[in-house]
């Protein structure tokens, strides 16, 4: 994906403190914004964030001949009128999850083409456990001039087993579930918070589920489904990257409007690296005064250590007092970040899946880019813990995620703005 030329202006040395209210998950919002496409009742959401891939997934809905409303993070989905079945190549090459759409459609009208997904910087992003899924339920699928295109008759429920529990999969067989006749179960099922909070919705508009957030959920398939109001859950990863912004500062940040189990994880490594965190109903204090101690992380699907905190995380080991290991293994190719922070002075090493990170005293401020969005999110905080200014290029990526990320961090007390190049 190309940059917009925009680039942010960081001052090092910053010491974030005070406190921050967290958004609307992302990661929540675009499923059930696809998901208002299973009624032809008005929908309204709560708590959506205003970033740019919920705008994607309104234009995608609104192309599909919805009437979609957005203003002060309420939106409101009417798919009454709904009369295309095609997403085209430029939307689905700029958000993956307009692959959300596919579910939805499918039980609805037994009808949708959309464009096969590219590629992207974190891994190849297959979409196989969505179109086996949907095939085993009776969709026929066709691939014709790099789009996908399903039908069928009625969608019947059956028993999928997803090799690894892939978030999108999970979504999107959910979603053909609720509107397809009988029994729908999906073993090795994703248990992310946003799958949790899909959940809520689909039994919102009527639809009978059960067992989400555990590795198998059951599906029993109605046959008309109404609207509802439903609230987005807080952006877990939002609330992971501010945690991790006051312990890189050695700073004291309040995280509000979080939700603490979806935080665990996180939680659990701040401590473990000698960070200060004190939990309350619905938010969560960092404070870090003294240098972090070395830790080794493995990311996992949910429970475990999420893969969207693991740049963020790099970023804070960079400058432990001694070595520290992480190893992904949810995304095969999401170290992109590793080359900029040696930029700036980190001593990284990549060996197959796993990161060696021999902390050093502090790092550099310096000029990098960012190619994807959590990685420019880390980018952002390394630059705010280093000696010297930090430049950040390619900033689309980072506006993707996070909800007025320069104002929330200079309300902490970082110096940071964003700047604009003439060409
Ligand atoms: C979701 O992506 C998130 N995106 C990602 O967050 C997140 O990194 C990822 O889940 C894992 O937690 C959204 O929710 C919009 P997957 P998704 O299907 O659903 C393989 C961010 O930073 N796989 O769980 O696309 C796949 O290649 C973004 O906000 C298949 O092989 O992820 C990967 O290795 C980036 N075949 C693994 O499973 C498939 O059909 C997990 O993918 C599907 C996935």
Known sequence: M???????????????????????????????????????????????????DVF?????????????????GNMVVNTADVSKFETRFELMNKM???????????????????AMPGGCAIGSRPVDYHLTGLEKMGAKLTMDH??????????????????????????????AGVLAEGTTIIENAAEEPHIQDLAWFLKSIGGRLSGAGTKTITIHGVTKLHGASHQMIPDQIEAGTFMVAGAITHGNVTVENVQIKDLRPVIVKLIEAGAQVKESRNEVRVIAKKKLKPIRITTLPHPGFPTDM????????????????????VWENRYMHVAEMIRMGADLKVQGTTCVIEGVDSLKGSKVVAPDLRAGAALVLAGLSADGDTTVYDIIHVERGYENFVEKLNALGADMKIAESAS
């Open 146 to 175: 790099g789009y996908i295109e399903a039908k069928c008759n009625k969608l019947v429920g059956d028993r999928i087993y997803l090799d690894f529990p892939s978030v999108g999969a999970t979504a999107n067989l959910m979603m």
């Open 310 to 329: 693991q740049p963020q995380m790099m970023a804070l080991l960079a400058t432990a007092d001694g070595v520290s290991m992480i190893k992904e293994t």
């Open 96 to 114: 993956r999850a307009s692959i959300y759409v596919m579910g939805p459609m499918l039980a609805r009208f037994g009808h949708v083409r959309v």
């Open 56 to 72: 994607l997934m309104k234009q995608v809905l609104e192309e599909l001949g919805a009437k979609v409303a957005l203003e002060n």
């Open 2 to 52: 190309e940059g917009d030329g925009k680039y942010y202006e960081i001052k090092g040395l910053a010491k974030l403190k005070g406190e921050v209210k967290i958004s609307g998950s992302k990661n929540a919002s675009l499923p059930v914004i696809a998901a208002s496409l299973l009624t032809d009742s008005e929908v309204v959401l709560h708590n959506v964030p205003a970033l740019n």
